[in-house]
């Protein structure tokens, strides 16, 4: 229970620091869908992986979303003319890097991310949803072989 309640803390952290306004819910979805992920592994993340796979989820959402609008620099890599959805570059890129995490959850982070986009009236061409991957792609590669 205490990883989960650590989670938890770490998801209230990561919305209260989050960009701002017009992205809140993105990220707080994101963070929820992330958490609940977690939650549903089998077997259970040892240890603090739960901490640091939320945290690959936030840094590619972070990466995601500052590509596009441009204001501080990227944690794992720039992506070069950037446009789109931020918050259809938040949930591609969180859900690119569950799915690289829990591949057994594909299909319902798939379905998942599928219902964000129809319910926040995005869609799956949004230039927005190919930055996302590209910034959970970078994260990916950037944290490969930290023992993750």
Not at 101 to 113: E, G, M, N, V, Y
């Amino acid at each position: 229970m205490t990883v989960r309640r650590t989670l938890a803390v770490l998801g209230v952290l990561g919305f209260l620091s989050g960009s701002g306004p017009a992205l809140a819910d993105a990220i707080t979805d994101w963070n929820l869908i992330t958490v609940q992920t977690l939650g549903a592994a089998a077997p259970p993340r040892p240890g603090p992986s739960g901490v640091l796979d939320l945290s690959k989820v936030h840094a590619a959402m972070y990466d995601a979303v500052q590509a596009i609008e441009g204001d501080f620099e990227p944690y794992a890599g720039p992506i070069p003319g950037a446009t789109g959805s931020p918050e259809a570059a938040a949930a591609k890129a969180a859900h690119d890097v569950l799915v690289s995490l829990f591949p057994a959850q594909t299909a319902s982070l798939d379905l998942i991310f599928q219902n964000y986009l129809a319910n926040h009236f995005l869609s799956a061409n949004d230039p927005g949803v190919a930055v996302g991957q590209q910034a959970a792609l970078n994260v990916i590669a950037f944290r490969a072989g930290d023992g993750s």
